[in-house]
């Protein structure tokens, strides 16, 4: 993971990692167990020093291809390279934009919820609650052995009408400074681990952990039928800041874009069930419709 620090999530982490020599290129996978009330899964670490944490890269300015940081990754998940985002771009061979998506399918006064790190045990199935309560469709971003150890979650997923998404094997937030073997091996091989979980169930979308997108993953994933996927509204709901402060976030970062995330994975997700229980009536209340990222 990319410059840990002091600053982890408050649960009991045991972690090994195994070293996989694939054509002369060695990949580090991470091996890690969260034994936090989510049950095992991958034990995420953040990073504070420059406001980056597993997904969410602090907004420097809301617009995409900024970075306070100075890194690859800008605040929204895109990779800051000229044609990173926006609208137009030529399909790659699967008839699928290299263009990172930070726009719904419906257009207009919309917005899409995408849940992160996961599937969980425990939080998911409080997450598809919620969701079905107010009948919103969501798109569920899967850490590939998460999938892989929890299949009648993803199949349920698929089942309720929600979409899948790549979310890399290793949660990896350097792969964007790794060969392109090994960022390519992150992609597809979680692309096969969330399409096996998933009886066949087509993942539709890749987000690269903390925004590490490069040219060459966004190629990989479009040209198998993946559209690279941003965010514009980081609820930074994995600091457990409190149900309150995450209601507000949404409030106030709705006007950077339509792409809302959160996540089921990667701790104890109680505050994030109860900010989307607000979250969505409130939604519908101002008017929004719920739609798909575009693809």
């Known amino acids: 993971m990319a410059r840990l620090t002091a600053h982890t999530r408050r649960i009991v982490m045991a972690a090994a990692t195994a070293v996989v020599l694939t054509g002369g290129v060695a990949a580090a996978v991470f091996l890690g167990s969260d034994t936090s009330a989510n049950g095992p899964g991958p034990a995420l670490a953040h990073s504070s ?26 605040p929204d998940g895109s990779d800051g390279s000229a044609d990173a985002t926006g609208p137009a771009a030529p399909p790659g061979a699967a ?16 917005v899409s919820i995408t849940i992160d790190d996961g599937p969980s045990p ?11 309560q107010y009948d919103v469709k969501a798109t569920f971003c899967m850490i590939g052995p998460q999938a892989k150890a929890n299949p009648g979650m993803v ?56 925004g590490a997108f490069t040219p060459d993953n966004r190629r990989i994933a479009a040209s198998h039928g993946m ?23 949404v409030k106030q970062e709705l006007k950077n874009g339509p792409i809302v995330l959160f996540h089921d994975g990667g701790g104890d997700r109680a505050q994030t069930v109860a900010a989307l229980k607000e979250v969505l009536p409130w939604l519908a209340q101002q008017g929004y419709v719920f739609s798909f990222p575009a693809i």
Request: proline letters at 5%; charged letters at 25%; glycine letters at 10%.
């Open 49 to 74: 020093a420059t406001g980056k944490s597993d997904d969410k890269p602090g907004h420097a300015s809301g617009k995409p291809g900024s970075s306070a940081s100075g890194d690859d990754s800008a």
């Open 95 to 110: 008839g699928i934009s290299e263009v990172i998506d930070h726009e719904t399918e419906s257009g207009g006064k919309s």
């Open 122 to 132: 425990v939080w998911t199935p409080k997450i598809l609650a919620v969701l079905k």
């Open 155 to 210: 199949k349920q997923i698929v089942a309720a009408g929600h979409r899948l998404c790549d979310h890399t094997v290793s949660h990896d937030e350097a792969m964007n400074k790794k060969p392109v073997a090994y960022q390519s091996s992150e992609v597809l091989d979680a692309q096969k681990m969330i399409e096996d979980a998933a009886d066949g169930a087509k993942v539709q979308y890749f987000r690269a952990p903390g």
């Open 227 to 249: 559209r690279p996927l941003g965010w514009n509204v980081d609820t930074k709901d994995w600091k457990q800041p409190g149900t309150a402060t995450i209601v507000k976030t």
